[in-house]
Every structure is written in structure tokens, then in C-alpha cells.
């Protein structure tokens, strides 16, 4: 064989090496890499080659010779990560079953909400936002309260700034006026979003808690409207024989104005504890929403007439899911929350 054919040889032997394990990269070490590798052997050739063909016999040798190294390289990566492979694919009994995922559970405050959306959006109700920093105006004044009126003082509202005043709000009514001064009548919208009050904390009250607000304003409606929708919306909650009960109230921003209240459905209004055995629970506020609030945010009273209603969000869980205590719901014990594992949204 001649030197160049031997050389190609070496070429296509190197090119096409594969180590599958740590031996088989050690006999390529020793042949092609260790002191007494083959290129030993060609070096000591060189007395037999021509003189004026030496210096490109030399080149070429130490080309697979660098060839040879390179090839090392991707020999030992190509074993390491073999064996990383190996060790993923590890697993001691392909037939065991898998060890079930930890699943959270869903927080009693967002399935509550999620569900009392989901029923009014059935009935064509869309959802609407508003900021937790209010002005006075979208808070109080467009809502028709009196310039002293007691919830605009100190204990009931935290302030940010005074004179113009900027405060947390202190209901979510306050999305009712950003939706109405922005959008055109037909309007049906739901306002769901955390409220504060300056209020000492208990087992029944806290300075931050979650209503939904719902307005409707349309031509032609009627407090029969607000009955039924209250109606319609207890018995898909609370469950099918629920009964409602408006009795007359007062907010400043409706007119006449009710306080809702559902047939106790804990002791199907035979008299218990949650329903001060009176067999009716409040679940929140409703009215006509007042001709000066509707003027406040540019609608003409003469043509549309509405509807608004606000609900607690703690109130309602509290009473489907007899918690006792409102504040478990922001107190993050494990216990409180795993409870709520097998609840639906
Ligand atoms: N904003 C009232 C509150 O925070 C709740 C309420 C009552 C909202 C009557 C309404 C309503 O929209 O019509 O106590």
C-alpha cells in the first residue's frame, strides 16, 4: 500500500470510528492519540519518502493527526451524553403508576364571583372595571350623596389625598358612573372589584372585601325588571325553591331603593341561627337607579330609566359555604383553603 493510500485509509477509519462504550473510546485513544498512536509509526516513514516530498508528506500527516483529535472530542461527547440519556431513561418500573400531581385548589372568593358572573352574563349582562384609587366625584358626588353625608367621613373612608379628595373606594357603585359616563344606553354591565372601609376588623366586618355592582339602563325599565333579575339570579345561586324579599331602603343613587333578602335556605326558613330565625337573609342593595345620577353621567332621565344592585362577594360564600368568620378568606391557612378542593367553577 502506498503512503498516500495508507493516509486515506487512516482518513476514512478515524472519519467513521464509533465508541460505543468507555473501551472502545480507549482503543481509539491508544491508536490514534496516545504516544504510540499510528502516527508514531508515519512519522518514522518519512526517511523513506522522497526529500522533495517530505514537507507535504508532514502536512498531511499532521492534518489527521488534528483530524484524529478533533474526532476524540466528539467521541467523548457523544459517550457522555449517551450515558446523561441513560441515566434520564433510568426509571426504576416503567409499570408503576405515576405519583398523582399536587393540584391547588380554587379560592372560595373566585369561585363565588366566577358563578354569580356566569349567570348574569347569561342573561346578556357584560363585565366592567374601574380603579381602586377614586375620585370623590365617581365615588360620592355623581352618585348623588349629600355634601355631608356620614359615609364620606374619615372613619368610614381611607384617604389618599384631601381637598380634591382621592380615596380608596368605598363601594363598586363607583364603576356604575365610569360605565355610564362612558357608554351609551342599552347598558348591562356587571362590576365586579375589592372595596375598603376604614372598619375595625371581626369575624363579621373587614377594611377590605369584594362586591359585584350590576346596572341595567334601557328604555322602559321597570322595577318588575329588577324583581325578576333579583329573582332569576337567587334561584340559579341559592337553588330553585329560593324565594326573594325586597324591603323598602335608602341609598342616595336609587330611587325607591330595597334591601334584597332570600328565603333562608339553611333551615328552609323553619328558623336557624344564620337567618336570626327570621327564615330571610340579606344578600344586598337594589334601586332604581336616582334620574339625578343617570343626569350626573349624561344620560337623559326623560328617555332611559335603570336598574342598579350591589352584593357583598364574602356575604354570598359565606352563607353557600357556612363559613363563619370573614376573615379566613384572607388569612391563607392551607386548612380554610383545602377545603375547597372539590369545588366547581
Ligand atoms: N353601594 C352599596 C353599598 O356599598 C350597595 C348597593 C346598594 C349598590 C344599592 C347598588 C344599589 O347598586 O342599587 O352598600
Given at each position: ?48 519518502i ?25 467521541l ?9 440519556d441513560a ?10 403508576p ?5 393540584l391547588?385548589s ?18 346578556g ?12 366625584w ?23 389625598e ?20 362612558n ?7 356587571l ?22 355592582e ?8 321597570s ?25 323598602p331602603?335608602?341609598?342616595?343613587f ?19 341561627k344564620?337567618?336570626k ?17 343617570l ?13 342598579a ?37
Amino acid at each position: 500500500m502506498s503512503a498516500t493510500d495508507q493516509i486515506e485509509a487512516l482518513k476514512e477509519e478515524i472519519k467513521n470510528y464509533q465508541a460505543q462504550t468507555e473501551e472502545e473510546l480507549e482503543q481509539y485513544r491508544m491508536r490514534f492519540i496516545s504516544r504510540k498512536s499510528v502516527f508514531g509509526e508515519l512519522f518514522a516513514n518519512m526517511k523513506n519518502i522522497a526529500p522533495e516530498d517530505r514537507k507535504a508528506y508532514g502536512q498531511t500527516i499532521n492534518e489527521v493527526k488534528n483530524l484524529a483529535q478533533d474526532k476524540f472530542k466528539s467521541l467523548i461527547d457523544a459517550l457522555n451524553q449517551q450515558k446523561s440519556d441513560a441515566e434520564d431513561l433510568d426509571v426504576k418500573d416503567l409499570t408503576l403508576p405515576p405519583i398523582p400531581e399536587s393540584l391547588g385548589s380554587i379560592h372560595p372568593l373566585t369561585s363565588t364571583r366566577k358563578r354569580i358572573i356566569e349567570i348574569f352574563e347569561r342573561i346578556g349582562f357584560n363585565l366592567s372595571d374601574g380603579p381602586e384609587i377614586e375620585d370623590d366625584w365617581h365615588n360620592f358626588t355623581a352618585l348623588n350623596f349629600p355634601e355631608n353625608h356620614p359615609a364620606r367621613e374619615m372613619q368610614d373612608t381611607f384617604f389618599i389625598e384631601k381637598n380634591p379628595d382621592i380615596a380608596l373606594r368605598t363601594h363598586t357603585s363607583s364603576i356604575q358612573v365610569r360605565v355610564m359616563e362612558n357608554e351609551k344606553p342599552p347598558i348591562r354591565t356587571l362590576c365586579p372589584g375589592r372595596v375598603f372601609r376604614n372598619e375595625a376588623i371581626s369575624a363579621r366586618a373587614h377594611c377590605m372585601f369584594n362586591q359585584v355592582e350590576g346596572l341595567y339602563i334601557d328604555k322602559n325599565v321597570s322595577f318588575a325588571d329588577l324583581k325578576q333579575t333579583m329573582l332569576y339570579f337567587s334561584k340559579e345561586y341559592f337553588g330553585k325553591n329560593t324565594k326573594i324579599r325586597l324591603r323598602p331602603s335608602f341609598f342616595p343613587f336609587t330611587e325607591p331603593s330595597a334591601e334584597l333578602d332570600i328565603s333562608c335556605f339553611i333551615c328552609d326558613q323553619k328558623g336557624c341561627k344564620i337567618c336570626k330565625h327570621t327564615g330571610w337573609v340579606e344578600i344586598g342593595g337594589c334601586g332604581m337607579v336616582d334620574p339625578n345620577v343617570l343626569s350626573n353621567c349624561g344620560i337623559d332621565p326623560e328617555e332611559y330609566t335603570g336598574f342598579a344592585f350591589g352584593m357583598g362577594i364574602e356575604r354570598i360564600a359565606m352563607l353557600k359555604y357556612r363559613i363563619n368568620d370573614i376573615r379566613l378568606f384572607t388569612e391563607n391557612d392551607i386548612r380554610f383553603l383545602r377545603q375547597f378542593k372539590s369545588v366547581n367553577v
